[in-house]
């Protein structure tokens, strides 16, 4: 599926591969294989959509659906009672998805068709964070290597932080998940990519108090799970970010 888009130009079109499939190719990234349990069938993209000023710098168009349509996967839009939104199912197999997202604007979070992409997109709140520092990773497809752009390993852990505490319903049980993939990369990344850390809690923690809220429960948490992370110096906000 990666592949197809890749081919269609969806990731030169500025889209950005996130979810359990971004994590996977952290992996690559920093020399690191995850255990199997890490695995999962959704896949999850996302684009910076009406947030112009995250997107990539480009003026390719393509057809998504059109890519989607030719893999001959069985994949059908998801409709709601406003029509298609932007999750795609596959009927015979319905644990597997395929989801395309955006940072929540002020057009709020109904689901728009993206102009240059061919694609409906679901807003969603704090992607933003994870769309404004784009980079590059592999992906190896069977024999082939495809490249995507991910968000920073960085900021991809942390915003896990931040929707830890969002998971609920049906969606509780990803919260553990959110835990420990944040939890491994940042054991990882304190040894070899610090000053990345440093610089997306830097810009965690300036950002408003409803951010900021919901940092603590998750930290404690992480803290449990990976002492040796030393979280409790995180906990410790600053005055200016404490709110």
Known sequence: ??????????????????????????????????GDSERTDDVDLAHAGKSVAIALPTNLELNTEQAIDSLEMGFLPLKGLEGAGATYLVPREPGFRLDFLTALHRGGDKPFTHPRLGVRLQPLRFLEYVLEDVQQAVVFCGDRVVLVNVPSPARYALHKLIVHGERTGTYAAKSGKDLQQAGALLARLKDHRKSDVDRAWRDLVSRVKGWRSRLRPALRSLGKRFPELGVERWLRLPKSAAG
């Open 1 to 34: 599926m990666l592949e197809r888009l890749a081919e269609y130009g969806f990731f030169r079109a500025g889209g950005v591969l996130v979810g359990t499939h971004a994590f996977l190719s952290f992996g690559n990234m920093l020399g690191v294989r995850w």
